[in-house]
């Protein structure tokens, strides 16, 4: 690894604050989805937010081919290759097309599922109603998915954050108006909420396409018949299917420590979601370091420019790292006060304070994780991280936070441990795989039929 400049934190600074704030904007849609839906009753918040787990779950593939599409495309950037970028967009536009079918069945799957699970009987069919009207927004936002990776990786990212915003207003007023009946409109609880979702996504996702088609346009048009080739196509699903089963892997463990949590007591549930919470939005910008890391390093490898991705991604990691570093000194500094902005409850607070801490440990392995991903993700390496998170998050750290939480007794924060361990070690395997493979030969992923260029 190299030293890395000043351009090239600046280049990655420039990239990284606006695809940050793109994903606290994705964030806020759902927050604000919950808030409102919270105000019809707990079990209508309850039937949405256990939705969103199925939705998550069964789209993480779809979710995994779209992030494919950053080293493909900005590798295709950074060799200047035109070409390159037309397949690589329009054959992400036809996997997202192809996985719609799957998506959907799975979704309508979904109430079923959940009372065979044993969920709460009284949240099944209110989930179960919820998710037959989101269907008709998955093709927009698969679309969608893939249109805002292609535009990320060519350095398109102001469009992108403007759109959303505007969502966002969008879909708060459609929910005010849908769920609780406003302007004449009938009040449709739940449903309206998911019509909102909906309505909002294709929103999104023409409004990206409208506002970005000058710049599109010589990518989508012609469409090519090139993008029906085997071989780039499974070189684009040979990179998306593991990160897809990568974030499942990892957004799973922390659901399965929330279910474990329930046999601790509701409290512990509470001060759970409340540290995670905290958690999630600042880890929003390690996330936005991660993607441009990965558009960075894909640009350098596509330039034939080695030492231009060691540096940046030294560069990435050291940003990531040392901004989780400041806020885990907060969470750790005032737990106490940052949950009583959450709950009034005080035994709430004082599970939620006992977690905040831990909470600021684990987010700095978090954060370097999630950048370490980003790089990797750059140089078009998917398969090795799938096995580095299986390991470390479901054959050491969930063990060890079962064998403290319950078996040496420390409840919430035993589970916790278990979590802290499992990050640490991906982090470590992550950033170890970084370096193995910086020393390399950097090899960009061949948009054609070919199979590698060298």
Not at 119 to 140: D, F, M, N, R, S
Not at 419 to 425: D, F, P, R, S, T
Request: glycine share 12%; charged share 10%.
């Amino acid at each position: 690894m190299l030293n890395p400049t000043r351009a090239d934190f600046r280049a990655l600074l420039e990239l990284a604050v606006p695809l940050a704030a793109v994903q606290v904007g994705l964030m806020l849609m759902g927050l604000v989805d919950a808030a409102m839906v919270g105000r019809l009753s707990a079990d209508a918040l309850g039937a949405v937010a256990v939705a969103n787990v199925w939705f998550f779950a069964i789209t993480t593939i779809a979710i995994g081919c779209s992030l494919a599409l950053d080293p493909i495309i900005s590798q295709a950037k950074g060799a200047g290759d035109e070409t390159g970028i037309a397949l690589g967009l329009q054959r992400g536009l036809l996997v997202a097309a192809g996985l719609c079918l799957p998506t959907v069945l799975g979704l309508a799957a979904g109430e079923p599922v959940l009372k065979a699970a044993g969920q709460t009987p009284t949240l099944v069919p209110l989930a179960g109603e919820y998710l037959l009207w989101i269907l008709p927004g998955v093709l927009p936002h698969l679309a969608f998915l893939s249109t805002r990776q292609a535009l990320q990786a060519l350095g398109i990212v102001r469009p992108v954050l403007l759109v959303i915003l505007t969502t966002n207003l969008l879909n708060a007023g459609l929910n005010w108006i849908l769920i609780f009946g406003h302007l004449g409109a009938p009040a449709l609880g739940i449903r309206g909420a998911a019509l909102a979702t909906t309505a909002s996504r294709w929103a999104m996702c023409l409004g990206l396409v409208m506002a970005t088609w000058p710049r599109l346009r010589r990518y989508l048009l012609p469409v090519r018949a090139e993008i029906w080739e085997a071989g780039p196509l499974r070189r684009l699903l040979g990179i998306g299917i593991p990160v897809g089963f990568q974030l499942l892997a990892e957004y799973g463990v922390f659901g399965l420590v929330g279910l474990l949590l329930g046999r601790v007591g509701s409290v512990a549930v509470a001060g759970h979601q409340i540290a995670l919470n905290f958690a999630a939005l600042t880890f929003m910008v390690p996330l936005g370091i991660g993607a441009a890391a990965a558009v960075i390093v894909g640009r350098a490898v596509g330039a034939r420019d080695p030492e231009g991705a060691r540096r940046v991604a030294t560069a990435a990691v050291v940003t990531g790292a040392g901004f989780m570093i400041v806020t885990a000194l907060l969470l750790v500094s005032f737990p106490r006060g940052l949950a009583a902005w959450y709950s009034p409850d005080e035994p709430v607070i004082a599970m939620a304070a006992s977690l905040l801490p831990l909470a600021g440990l684990f987010q700095v392995f978090d954060g370097t994780q999630a950048v370490a991903m980003g790089v990797l993700r750059g140089l078009g390496d998917a398969k090795a991280p799938v096995v580095i998170n299986v390991l470390g998050y479901y054959v050491i750290g969930l063990p060890i936070g079962l064998v403290l939480g319950f078996r040496e007794g420390l409840g919430g924060q035993g589970l916790w441990w278990g979590l802290v361990v499992g990050l640490a070690v991906v982090a470590a395997l992550l950033i170890g795989r970084v370096l193995v493979r910086m020393r390399r030969p950097l090899e960009r992923i061949e948009p054609r039929g070919a199979a590698v260029a060298g």
